[in-house]
């Protein structure tokens, strides 16, 4: 339950601090007192986007922070799944800076605002006069019944089968398609694999070839080049060879008498026989050079070949083309293989929607019974609120395929006359009956779940008198089951019944203009009552008019 609030520097408020009472409280003040300004910021603790602009001119942030008593609504298990500290006095507390950034806690601990707002939506629930609208809508339909019919466990079996059958439906249409996109290549990716697969490419050929190319094509040049060299080195008539051989002899008959010419003629030696071994080996190397028209040939029309592939195929190296070629082996066998793996994928589907179906049926059962439950209450509700020929009915019918939500389709329709036919809520209700069915569905639903805290905004609208009475009962009887409401109206019938009253009001200095909120003493309370009775101007009529009120009230 809320048991506190406090607002820093948000709109007109400059400074908030209020305690609020167990059971039914009522908050009244005139249009513009700032009323919506605290719904504002207790929307922020339920994960609202902030608006910079809502904060106070001249501040730098506005801090918004409340307090709930959770001791007795088993909440420790949020806490343990988001590793935050349990506390019974549970502090939410909302900051937003004038830069845009925005921060949230809970029991002081850093929480995103995904925490923040499943926590608060378990700790209060506001109706706003928007919620209204909702009346028409299939969703919030479907959630009257489920809430009523304990589904949670249900629903959440239901949507992760029905997530993960439309992940596979997905996923088995990307797979059709890529297939038929696939096939309608199929005949361009074995064409050319044939062409690649024709080539016989092996690696490191390309250098090779180019290399032997080169070779024959100055074949005479190099023949003749390591013709001369042999002679050069070798020849009987003046090759290096034989000098070095003469010089080697000189030095080794100098060595006897002059020692340095043996090292000499060991370097001499060393010399030889390396230049030696040179010149057979460029001999044999220019026996082996021979000029080849048919091999140039064949090696030039093999180079062509690998150029043309890396041309269409727009890559640059021998090893990009054999990366090809297996890419084309993968795109094929994918190709042949999609037959097979669309079966397969077919099968987990259609497995997978079977169990959706069964656990969509197991939900549509648990609605029918609830349907019935709420058509008996919302009749019994509704009378006593001034429609003593009120007709509710829940029609329902299923969708053509399962939704996030089932295969339930849900209608609740309406006629508060004899004569009338029934047509959905908000086709023939005004906006008083359409406030008198919320308050009953809300009162109905707050009964399966426990939440501690309501806050009505106005739900009042439209009604007056013994009507408003009646809904006064209802949300008295509300705050009685270990429950908080807090209802926020313009009605001195509904203000009366208060356990508490709040008052809103504005207050002008020079400078600025600034809300507050105060809870009202027992005379304070008659003459709010009397001005919400007679106006500005309180009567002696207005005065003990109220005072009845709140005499019948204290009963």
Not at 518 to 547: F, H, I, K, P, Y
Request: aromatic share 6%; proline share 2%.
């Amino acid at each position: 339950m809320l048991r506190s609030l406090y607002i820093q520097n948000y709109a007109l408020i400059e400074k908030l601090d209020i305690r609020f009472e167990t059971g039914f409280s009522v908050i009244t003040g005139e249009t513009g007192a700032g009323k919506s300004i605290i719904l504002g910021a207790i929307g922020l603790l339920l994960g609202q986007r902030a608006d910079v602009k809502s904060i106070r001119m001249g501040a730098t942030k506005c801090v918004i922070e409340a307090r709930f008593d959770i001791s007795s609504y088993q909440m420790e298990p949020f806490f343990e799944d988001n590793e935050l500290e349990y506390e019974p006095d549970c502090i939410l507390r909302r900051e937003v800076y004038a830069s845009g950034k925005s921060r949230a806690f809970i029991n002081d601990t850093p929480a995103s605002l995904t925490q923040m707002k499943e926590l608060g939506e378990q700790l209060i629930d506001v109706h706003s006069q928007h919620q209204n609208l909702l009346l028409n809508k299939e969703g919030f339909q479907l959630n009257v019944l489920d809430i009523l019919a304990h589904n949670d466990a249900v629903i959440e079996d239901y949507r992760r089968l029905y997530t993960h059958w439309k992940q596979l439906d997905r996923e088995l249409a990307e797979l059709i398609a890529l297939a038929e996109q696939s096939k309608a290549d199929e005949d361009f990716v074995r064409f050319q694999l044939e062409q690649l697969e024709e080539a016989h490419l092996e690696g490191g050929e390309q250098e090779e070839l180019e290399q032997e190319s080169e070779t024959l094509n100055h074949a005479e040049e190099i023949k003749a080049g390591l013709y001369r060299v042999e002679q050069l080195l070798a020849s009987d008539e003046g090759g290096l060879l034989s000098a070095l051989k003469e010089s080697l002899h000189i030095l080794q008959g100098l060595q006897k008498v002059y020692q340095p010419a043996g090292e000499l003629a060991e370097r001499i030696e060393s010399t030889y026989i390396e230049l030696k071994d040179i010149s057979h080996e460029v001999g044999a190397i220019g026996e082996g050079v021979e000029f080849n028209p048919a091999r140039l040939d064949e090696v030039n029309n093999r180079l062509n070949l690998i150029y043309s592939l890396q041309q269409k195929h727009r890559v640059q190296t021998l090893e990009e083309l054999i990366e090809l070629t297996e890419e084309y082996r993968r795109k094929l066998s994918d190709i042949t293989s999609y037959d097979d793996r669309i079966g397969e994928l077919t099968l987990q589907r259609d497995t997978q929607y079977n169990k959706v179906k069964a656990q969509a049926a197991l939900l549509t059962k648990a609605r029918v019974l609830s349907a019935a439950e709420v058509e008996k209450q919302m009749a019994s509700r509704l009378v006593p609120l001034g429609m003593p020929n009120v007709r509710f009915q829940v029609e329902m019918g299923f969708r053509k395929e399962p939704g996030l939500q089932g295969e339930d389709t849900v209608s609740f329709l309406f006629s508060a006359n004899k004569n009338g036919s029934l047509q959905q809520i908000a086709s023939v209700a005004s906006g008083g009956e359409i406030a008198r069915v919320m308050l009953s569905i809300k009162a109905m639903i707050a009964g399966a779940v426990k939440l501690p805290t309501i806050v009505f905004d106005e739900i009042d609208t439209g009604v007056s008198g013994e009507i408003a009475d009646r809904m006064a009962d209802i949300m008295q009887e509300m705050g009685e089951q270990n429950r908080q409401v807090i209802s926020i109206t313009h009605l001195p019938q509904i203000a009366a019944r208060g356990r508490a009253h709040y008052k809103v009001y504005k207050k002008d200095n020079d400078t600025e203009t600034n809300s507050h909120i105060r809870r009202l003493a027992d005379e304070e309370r008659v003459e709010e009552l009397a001005q919400m009775l007679s106006g500005s101007t309180l009567t002696d009529a207005a005065l003990n008019n109220a005072r009845v009120l709140l005499g019948f009230a204290a009963k």
